[in-house]
């Protein structure tokens, strides 16, 4: 989708360019960035309910809205998002053309293949080879912005079929970030795939679904952290009573935190800066618990893996241990979260560009102005 001009963005509003006072749109397509302008009626705000101009969330967002991100948010920032979006994509595609063998024995025997019995291998290649075109030439097309419909469908596609394919449905750490990617998808979608037939209102409820789906992966950590809280093992020791108190309270901190945070997003009420600080957040977490390249070295022409690389606390089945893995599935484990996290981060830094959209409590959120381009 080519973005949006000086002067088609000028051309939109009710007053046409001639009331732009001095600026014209080749003064604006000049400076290289236009001014934010808000969606719908402006006092509609104003009789909505009580003033909240004065309130911390106000004034962070309208900072984020038009003093950082207005002044930073460019076609280059456009494609690096749009790649942290598609990394997990990329990185799956380059773990199954190195591991082709190895995975179509797990699909065949542990996935939805497996009542085919002798005949399951021979379907798990034939899926896994077509998950390998869909996610490699999807991504690359998606960031190139070439074919954005079918790159985006071919995404959505095997984002929906591989929890299927690799019997993964009751793993709801796997579904929940699936489900997250699928919503920064269909966000993304609303905007670089043009229909004018059914344009407003199609692009209206894509959006509404993409951020319903966005912030699944938290909701899951929150109940998540919530089940660990509750199920915490009492103790007689007064230092192990401290500590699991602490526990406690940082994880009712996090849980009040990504409650609070999925709801403001899913409901659309400062969803922009709320998505902004939930992505900034989930950056500086992978890249500190789960900073794989670390962990990986040349030795002796092979790769040594770090022998006190930490063990990531995974979702597994009941009947498989964290301690039975060896150090190379930990590292592919850190590998795995640390592209998840970049790509739901991703999800949600197209959020703060979009905004919540039509269906939205909040829906005169400002519009992201876009630089200029020829």
């Known amino acids: 989708m ?7 963005y000028a051309s939109s509003g009710p007053n046409n360019g001639s009331n732009l006072g001095t600026d014209s749109s080749a003064d604006i397509e000049m400076q290289g960035l236009l001014k934010p302008m808000p969606i719908g009626d402006s006092t509609r705000h104003s009789r909505a309910g009580p003033k909240i101009n004065d309130s911390f969330f106000q004034r962070l967002d309208d900072k984020v809205n038009v003093k950082l991100l207005s002044r930073i948010w460019g076609p280059k920032l456009e494609t690096v998002v749009r790649l942290m979006l598609v990394s997990t994509f990329l990185d799956d595609s380059l773990r199954t053309a190195t591991n082709f063998t190895q995975l179509s024995k797990q699909v065949s025997e542990e ?18 080879f077509l998950g390998l075109l869909f996610q490699l030439i999807g991504s690359i097309l998606l960031v190139s912005l070439k ?8 995404l959505v596609i095997w984002s929906i079929l591989q929890p299927i394919l690799y019997g993964q449905l009751s793993n709801f750490e796997f579904v929940a970030e699936s489900l997250s990617l699928i919503g920064g998808l269909l966000m993304l979608r609303s905007h670089v795939v043009y229909d004018p037939e059914t344009e407003a209102v199609k692009q209206a409820r894509v959006k509404l679904v993409g951020r319903l789906l966005v912030p699944a992966m938290y909701v899951y950590y929150a109940g998540h952290f919530m089940f660990k809280a509750l199920t ?11 500590a699991s108190l602490s526990l406690f309270v940082v994880n009712l901190l996090v ?3 990504l409650v609070i945070g999925s709801s403001f ?3 659309g009420l400062r969803s922009r800066v709320i998505a902004l600080l939930l992505a900034l957040i989930n950056i500086i977490y992978v890249f500190y618990n789960h900073p794989f390249f670390l962990y990986v070295s040349r030795k ?11 063990i990531p606390a995974a979702s597994l089945p009941d009947d498989v241990s964290i301690f039975d893995f060896d150090l190379e599935q930990i590292y592919d484990l850190h590998r795995y979260y640390f592209f998840m996290g970049l ?15 039509e269906y939205a409590v909040q829906e005169d959120e400002m519009i992201l102005p876009m630089r200029a381009q020829d």
């Open 255 to 257: 849980i009040v935190g």
């Open 2 to 8: 080519k973005p949006v001009t000086g002067t088609s």
């Open 343 to 357: 790509s739901t981060s991703g999800a949600l830094l197209l959020l703060a560009q979009f905004g919540p959209g």
């Open 111 to 128: 996935g939805c293949l497996r009542w085919l019995s002798s005949s399951a291998i021979v379907f798990a290649s034939i899926f896994l």
């Open 232 to 242: 915490e093992e009492e103790t007689s020791s007064v230092s192990q009573y401290f």
């Open 147 to 154: 074919y954005p419909d079918h790159a985006t469908r071919s």
């Open 300 to 310: 002796d022409g092979e790769w040594v893996y770090d022998d006190n690389m930490p």
């Open 265 to 267: 997003v899913a409901a």
